[in-house]
């Protein structure tokens, strides 16, 4: 029998002692023995990465070499040779690895990023941070490889160095972001990037719901902190996302339940009160009238398939 816990971990970074949080670059756990190792050795990642558990920070995973696979809030992505993996901030995620992987682990805030690059896109923005788009993975060819690789042997250098400058460090994020963006906008069609030019708005309400979404239920909560009406806010969300306000918002309470049924042993009623719906009984209704099971079903079903 597995155990569950009851709480799924969550993993924060450190901050540097200017109170700006910290930048981390780790190798993955089975790694194999780099054949030239640098005079400070990069790190393996600390974290039980074949185990479910998520971050307070956003994660870039580089893969250069490996298969397995990586599943991400119940999406399961096969891992076959280079790509990047994008990571946002209380996604539960975990890796499972069938070839030993190189590569490399960056992970880093929202703070590190805007504080070095403040002209560049907010992260909400980028389509690969983007919950609704769900492109959390790009796939590299040889080419595009071994230009990532040039970045990262430049920034693990200038990040091992005795004498570190985050300034560097925060505008090589940049341009690696940046060059992520890149490839996803020339990947798709012309009629795709019309459609996916999303205005800010959109994003700052995305980010809202990803920071607010247990707390604050409503769109008027959110229209008020926009600054704008809710139905102007309604409108532009259905269009741009696809989908209601109201239900955007209830998808993301949603899927924080799913992850607690599946990754702990919280009861259903503990559930319902952990993303502050103070009637069970209504939480229940709710949850089977969107999957069609009610919270424990889900939990069985689920499960049997997951753990």
Known sequence: MVSVPDAIPVHSLPKTPSQVPALKIFRFKNSRDFQKEPLVPLPITPLPTDTPHRHTYYEILFIEEGQGYHEIDFHSY??????????????????????????????????????????????????????????????????????????????????????????????????????????????????????????????????LVEKNFRQMHEVQQYAHELSVSPDYLSKIIKKYLGTPSQEYILDKLLLEAKRLLVF????????????????????????????????NEYRDHVRKSTI
Not at 281 to 295: A, D, H, Q, V, W
């Open 78 to 207: 096969n891992i076959q040779g280079a790509g990047l993996h994008f990571l946002t901030p209380g996604q539960v995620h975990l890796l499972t690895f069938s070839s030993s992987f190189q590569g490399y682990i960056v992970a880093f805030s929202e703070d590190f990023y805007t504080f070095y690059n403040p002209v560049n896109p907010s992260l909400s923005q980028l389509p690969f941070f983007q919950p609704a788009r769900r492109q959390p993975i790009i796939t590299l060819d040889p080419a595009e490889k071994k230009y990532f690789h040039n970045i990262m042997e430049n920034m693990v250098s200038d990040h091992l160095s005795a004498d570190i400058d985050q300034t560097l460090i925060g505008k090589y994020l940049g341009v690696l972001l940046q060059k992520c963006l890149y490839l996803i906008q020339k990947n798709e069609q012309p009629t795709e990037s019309a459609t996916h030019t999303v205005p800010e708005l959109v994003g700052r309400f995305q980010e």
């Open 264 to 295: 702990t042993n919280l009861s259903s009623k503990e559930i319902a009160y952990h993303i502050h719906l103070d009637d069970p009984s209504y939480f229940s209704r709710i949850f089977k009238k969107k999957t069609g099971l009610t919270p």
